[in-house]
T-cell receptor, first 111, second 116 residues
Framework: QKEVEQDPGPLSVPEGAIVSLNCTYS??????FMWYRQYSRKGPELLMY????GNKEDGRFTAQVDKSSKYISLFIRDSQPSDSATYLC???????????FGTGTRLQVTL | GAVVSQHPSRVICKSGTSVKIECRSL??????MFWYRQFPKQSLMLMAT?????????EQGVEKDKFLINHASLTLSTLTVTSAHPEDSSFYIC????????????FGPGTRLLVL
C-alpha cells in the first residue's frame, strides 16, 4: 500500500465548476500536507500547505485536512482552463522531512 | 520568489554514455537539494538528498554508482547518469530548499532524458 493514495483521473470539468481533488494517507506520522500543481513537462509548483486539520483558503483554492480519517482535499472554485494540470498532494512527517507524493490527479477544465 | 533552474531541459543520448544534469538555485543559497525521477503518469520518486559539501543520501533501490550526485556549492548540484540505458529514460526533477521547512522546497522545470 502506498503511503499517499490519489486517484490519477483524468478529471474533466466545465469552466466555472467547483473541483474537488482528494488524497488519503496511511502513515499516522504525517503532520504537514501540501498541494502542488504540475503543468505538462514542468516541475511542480507549490499551491498550498497546511499543518493542521481544518480548512485553509487562498483565493480560489481551499485545502482541507481531516487527520482523523487521514483524508486531504483541495477545492478549486470557479475553475479556469488555465487550471488544467496535474495536481499532486504530498505529506511530510516533520517540517524538515522528505516529501511523500501521491500519484497526482490530471485535471482538464473545458470551455 | 525562489527560482530553481535545470540544464539541459532535454537530452538524447546513446546507450552506454553518461549524461550530466545541472540544478541551480538562482536567487538563494540551498544547503539541501533533492533529485527526483518521474515516469509518465506516475508520481515523483525521491532518488537522493544532497547536502552541500557532503555525500548524498540515496533512497533505497537507487544505485549510487549509477546516479552520481555532486553538491559542490550552495547553488549548484549535479546528477550524472553513468552508462545510461533505455530504462533510465525518464523525467528528472531537482528541487532546492531555502530553509528547513518543507514548504520552502522549490522545484526545477525538469530534464527529460531519452536514452536510445
Amino acid at each position: 500500500q502506498k503511503e499517499v493514495e490519489q486517484d490519477p483521473g483524468p478529471l474533466s470539468v466545465p469552466e466555472g465548476a467547483i473541483v474537488s481533488l482528494n488524497c488519503t494517507y496511511s502513515n499516522s506520522a504525517f503532520q504537514y500536507f501540501m498541494w502542488y500543481r504540475q503543468y505538462s513537462r514542468k516541475g511542480p509548483e507549490l499551491l498550498m500547505y497546511t499543518y493542521s486539520s481544518g480548512n485553509k483558503e487562498d483565493g480560489r483554492f481551499t485545502a482541507q485536512v481531516d487527520k482523523s480519517s487521514k483524508y486531504i482535499s483541495l477545492f478549486i472554485r470557479d475553475s479556469q482552463p488555465s487550471d488544467s494540470a496535474t495536481y499532486l498532494c504530498a505529506a511530510v512527517t516533520g517540517t524538515a522531512s522528505k516529501l511523500t507524493f501521491g500519484t497526482g490527479t490530471r485535471l482538464q477544465v473545458t470551455l | 520568489g525562489a527560482v530553481v533552474s535545470q540544464h539541459p531541459s532535454r537530452v538524447i543520448c546513446k546507450s552506454g554514455t553518461s549524461v550530466k544534469i545541472e540544478c541551480r538555485s538562482l536567487d538563494f543559497q540551498a544547503t539541501t537539494m533533492f533529485w527526483y525521477r518521474q515516469f509518465p503518469k506516475q508520481s515523483l520518486m525521491l532518488m537522493a538528498t544532497s547536502n552541500e559539501g557532503s555525500k548524498a543520501t540515496y533512497e533505497q533501490g537507487v544505485e549510487k554508482d549509477k546516479f552520481l550526485i555532486n553538491h559542490a556549492s550552495l547553488t549548484l548540484s549535479t546528477l550524472t547518469v553513468t552508462s545510461a540505458h533505455p530504462e533510465d529514460s525518464s523525467f528528472y526533477i531537482c528541487s532546492a530548499r531555502v530553509d528547513s521547512r518543507a514548504e520552502t522546497q522549490y522545484f526545477g522545470p525538469g530534464t527529460r532524458l531519452l536514452v536510445l
